[in-house]
């Protein structure tokens, strides 16, 4: 069985600073990491993926995310919030490409 | 990039009625589309892949009877709520995946919000 557990619901930042979100997971087999983007009335957008290459990933939009197994984490990284980053982050885990497992999201608010 | 749209974006409906939610994938087609269902502040739970041209693969808990799938073509997955209760009220929502190579990736539509009255 795979779960994962998004830390803090909310996370605010102001313009220029570092985001980090933060998501640990379990799993039983190695898995897939998926970190998704949601802004408001739109769907889910694929930020990046994990599936076992390189432990550190690089995605859209400045984020990047670091496999860690020996922590069970994936977090989330920007060095610089920009004012449309502020959104719903969602991490997933897999056994596969396509059967995901949400954490409960975290709500990002960037402050000018 | 591919997109995945869902119709209605809000429904509110009687208790006892049934709604239906379409999903649609408007420049692919999806043999396989997932819908999943939302709670306020909890995450996104999968519960049903909808199979084209077959029955759904429902995740356990989830009642078949009170939610049914439908995926007659390669771009159209509905999901009927049926006899719905106040309880049924959430976030619902779909997504398919997209095959490029090696690499397949989910697109999700925007969701459909039910309030059973």
């Known amino acids: 069985a795979q779960s994962v557990t998004q830390l803090g619901s909310h996370v605010s930042v102001s313009e220029g600073a570092l985001v980090l979100l933060r998501c640990n997971y379990s799993?039983?087999?190695?898995?897939?990491l998926f970190w998704y983007v949601q802004y408001p009335n739109q769907g889910l957008q694929l930020l990046l993926k994990?599936?076992?290459?390189?432990?550190l990933v690089k995605g859209i939009n400045g984020f990047e995310a670091e496999f860690k197994k020996s922590e069970t984490s994936f977090h989330l990284t920007k060095p610089s919030a920009h004012m449309s980053d502020a959104a719903e982050y969602f991490c997933?885990?897999?056994?596969?490409?396509?059967?995901?497992?949400f954490g409960a999201g975290t709500t990002v608010t960037v402050r000018a | 990039g591919a997109v995945v749209s869902q119709h209605p974006s809000r429904v509110i409906c009687k208790s006892g009625t049934s709604v239906k939610i379409e999903c649609r994938s408007l420049d692919f087609q999806a043999t396989t589309m997932f819908w999943y269902r939302q709670f306020p502040k909890q995450s996104l739970m999968l519960m049903a892949t909808?199979?084209?041209?077959?029955?759904?693969?429902?995740e356990q808990g989830v009642e078949k009877d009170k939610f049914l799938i439908n995926h007659a073509s390669l771009t159209l997955s509905t999901l009927t709520v049926t006899s719905a209760h106040p309880e049924d009220s959430s976030f619902y929502i779909c997504s398919a995946p997209l095959r490029t190579g090696l690499q397949e990736t989910q697109y999700f539509g925007p969701g459909t919000r039910l309030l059973v009255l």
């Open positions: 994990y599936t076992s290459a390189a432990t």
């Open positions: 997933a885990v897999s056994p596969n490409d396509y059967k995901l497992s």
């Open positions: 909808s199979n084209e041209g077959s029955k759904a693969t429902y």
């Open positions: 799993s039983s087999v190695p898995p897939y």
